[in-house]
């Protein structure tokens, strides 16, 4: 089973400042002695003349260093979720690998693993009709933009014979996802290897079906399975 536990608000205070603690003597160091590196890169960079503050710098470490991680494994286990749910599927992807983007594509709209993104108004403006004041909070909801009725057909159902058409499960713009390609490779090259290794898997006739749950972060907190062994 794919379990990736509770999520514990203290427990997320520590780890972050966990990381601090580690970032700090070697952002302290490329101050001293640039090397050359992302950090070193971070650390001298400047925007309309000053430096980035230690806030913003750490609170860029911070969203750089895990990124990918939850999202990637919440994506794969929605992806093997909604192929192990349509087995007729599963076995037109097992025979035919070249048919994994399009499964990649189409869980990532039907079932984004990130749901939203917030973000700040630098001006006044207008959105949908509702005032936005300049430095008010707006959060967009990418996942539901990716059920758009009047862009997909039955835009509730898993299809991965959809025509190709760009969904916002990696944002757009200047704040689209830098590593969306690499999430691709990974999630591609996860379900080649489980199609390899286990090409009898199926869901857990014994246990609960499961299900893709979440807020912020989307994905099946458990994907019970069973096959024969090698």
């Known amino acids: 089973a794919i379990n990736y536990g509770p999520l514990s608000p203290e427990a997320g205070r520590a780890a972050s400042q966990a990381m601090v603690d580690y970032l700090a003597p070697l952002v302290a160091a490329r101050r001293e002695e640039p090397t050359g590196d992302l950090l070193s ?64 594509e189409e869980t990532l709209r039907w079932e984004s693993s990130v749901t939203m993104v917030s973000r700040i108004a630098t001006v006044d403006t207008e959105i949908g009709g509702c005032p936005v004041a300049a430095g008010s909070p707006v959060t967009v909801y990418n996942g539901s933009a990716s059920h758009d009725e009047t862009r997909w057909a039955e835009p509730e159902e898993w299809d991965i014979d959809r ?68």
């Open 41 to 104: 890169e971070l650390v001298h960079a400047e925007i309309d003349g000053e430096r980035l503050t230690d806030g913003r710098l750490y609170g860029f470490l911070r969203l750089l260093l895990p990124a990918g991680a939850e999202t990637t494994f919440r994506a794969f286990g929605s992806c093997l979720l909604a192929l192990l749910g349509h087995p007729e599927v599963f076995e037109r992807v097992r025979a035919d690998r070249s048919l994994i983007p399009a499964v990649i």
């Open 163 to 230: 025509e190709p058409m760009a969904h916002l499960a990696f944002g757009t713009g200047a704040h689209q996802c830098l590593g969306m390609h690499l999430a691709r490779l990974e999630l591609e090259i996860g379900l080649t290897a489980v199609l390899d290794r286990f090409p009898d898997l199926r869901l857990d006739p014994d246990a609960p079906h499961p299900d893709i749950r979440g807020y912020a972060f989307r994905g099946p907190p458990t994907l019970p399975v069973v096959f024969t062994p090698a």
